[in-house]
């Protein structure tokens, strides 16, 4: 068994079922670069790039559950309408995912576009409808439920005000949970959380905490007390607070509040991450879990899906990786990676559109130039992957009596730098193949080259990659210094 009991869940918890059921949106992103700005009114103009088309609300949330390694079951509500097609077209896409998808005809299909450039949301469009299901599609909602409900783990009630979350349906669904002794976790809306009965947890972020209980929630001690006021107001077993960048805190009706810290996290795009923490939980219910677990499931994959653009999915590898490391960023011998591993990360990095910089070379005894060369590197790149030539890489293109360092030594102490983020050692006389399988945005060379004499500089450039060529320290190189080493000892 594992020490982690968090990556110990991740795999108590493949293959449970749960039940997700509320709004269903289509997330429409609009991907593209900004270069000016119109002359008609002080507006960035965005070039269109592509577009990606996601569940949102309720179908991230099942999308979530499904990419974390269970099944969901979606219950959901579209409009007979192109956008509705969409959603169940993607649906019906997602492995793992089992939709019970309702059309009502004369409704909306709720669609948010997002336009995003440079990793950054600059507008997003809502077109949405509001009203209540109508009473047949209501009807046709409760008997679903009814015929999957003793066939799952949990239940997630996601609500998002846009009509599918009525009162007979929370009724029908706590019934049915309760016949059946299935745990129902409701992510909220609105101000009065008591219409969501006696659920295991009711799951608002901070911002719904204090509109629903009228109080700040902006310190601990703030959401303490908020907490015990929604305790005494609504009949949840168990409210959790997610709170962004200050982690969760929740309470049981007959417990303690407790305060689970996130790791310093560098956020990307906070869009569905919500989502992800409730499907977490859900999840974790569904395996068997108590709320401490859910809750430390839930904060390790919603990081994770905070690191992505847009609504993106959250996989156990990347919560492993996450729980391994501790924190955003990998320590000094998770960088050490193989060639596998390394187009793992850097198609993560790359999904949370990070410019990936690549340098490469012997560095067999660091020295200023060496430096100097990094840190223009990583000035250039968010991400920086430096390719490690090998001890026998090293003999033959410098001779018998190199490296002094072999390739391990070389290697943790490059890896111990804060500008480098991953060490690949290749066996090659040259990185040309490295470079094609990573296809960085970014290749780096010392200035004792010219870009004809660059390595991969061809291959880099035919997608629009660039090359830099960083200025050399004068003076200063491992043969030289070797020279001076000989030198002194005779």
């Not at 046709?140 to 005000?161: Q, R, T, W």
Request: proline share 4%; net charge negative; hydrophobic share 45%.
């Amino acid at each position: 068994m594992t020490a982690d009991p968090i990556i110990q869940l991740l795999n108590d918890a493949a293959g449970a079922r749960v039940l997700c059921i509320g709004d269903l949106m289509l997330d429409r992103f609009v991907y593209g670069d900004v270069k000016r700005v119109s002359p008609e009114a002080p507006i960035p103009i965005l070039r269109n790039a592509r577009e990606q088309e996601m569940l949102g609300a309720v179908g991230n949330v099942a999308r979530n559950v499904a990419s974390l390694g269970g099944v969901a079951v979606l219950l959901g509500v579209v409009g007979d309408d192109a956008e509705g097609r969409i959603l169940a077209n993607l649906i019906g896409a997602e492995q793992n995912v089992e939709g019970d998808v309702l059309p009502e005809r004369g409704r909306r299909t709720t669609l948010k576009t997002r336009f995003v450039a440079g990793g950054q949301q600059l507008l997003r469009v809502d077109a949405e409808a509001s009203a209540p299901i109508d009473p047949a599609t209501e009807a046709d909602m409760i008997a679903a439920l009814h015929g999957e409900i003793e066939h799952v783990g949990a239940v997630l009630l996601s609500d998002y005000n846009k009509g599918s979350v009525t009162p007979a349906i929370i009724k029908a669904l706590l019934s049915a949970a309760k016949a059946h002794g299935k745990p129902v976790i409701a992510d909220p809306k609105g101000r009065d959380f008591s219409k969501y009965g006696d659920v295991a947890v009711i799951k608002p972020n901070a911002s719904e905490l204090s509109e629903a209980s009228g109080l700040p929630c902006d310190t601990d001690a703030d959401v303490e007390a908020a907490l015990a006021t929604g305790l005494g107001q609504w009949p949840a077993e168990a409210i959790l607070a997610t709170r962004s960048s200050k982690g969760m805190s929740f309470r049981r009706r007959d417990g303690a509040v407790t305060h689970l810290r996130a790791e310093a996290q560098e956020v990307f795009d906070v869009s569905g991450a919500g989502d992800t923490s409730l499907a977490a939980i859900g999840l974790a219910y569904a395996a068997g879990a108590d709320l401490q677990l859910a809750a430390e499931l839930a904060l390790a994959a919603s990081s994770v899906a905070v690191s992505k653009v847009g609504t993106a999915a959250v996989y156990p590898d990347e919560v492993r990786d996450f729980r391994k490391r501790g924190g955003a960023r990998l320590d000094t011998t998770d960088k050490i990676m193989d060639l596998a591993a390394a187009k793992t990360q850097v198609a993560r990095w790359r999904s949370a559109s990070r410019r990936i910089g690549f340098t490469n070379g012997c560095f067999d005894i660091l020295h200023p130039g060496h430096v100097s060369l990094l840190k223009k590197a990583k000035s250039r790149c968010d991400r920086l992957v430096l390719g490690l030539n090998s001890d026998a890489s090293v003999r033959r293109l410098k001779g018998p009596t190199r490296p002094v360092n072999d390739s391990e030594a070389r290697a943790a102490v490059l890896a111990a730098l804060e500008m480098i983020d991953a060490v690949i050692v290749f066996e090659e006389d040259t990185p040309q193949a490295l470079i094609e399988e990573l296809c960085p945005d970014l290749l780096v060379k010392g200035g004792d080259y010219d870009i004809e004499q660059i390595v991969g500089a061809p291959f880099v450039q035919s997608y629009g990659g660039e090359v830099l060529i960083a200025p050399l320290v004068e003076g200063v190189s491992t043969t030289k210094i070797l020279e001076t080493a000989k030198s002194d000892a005779s």
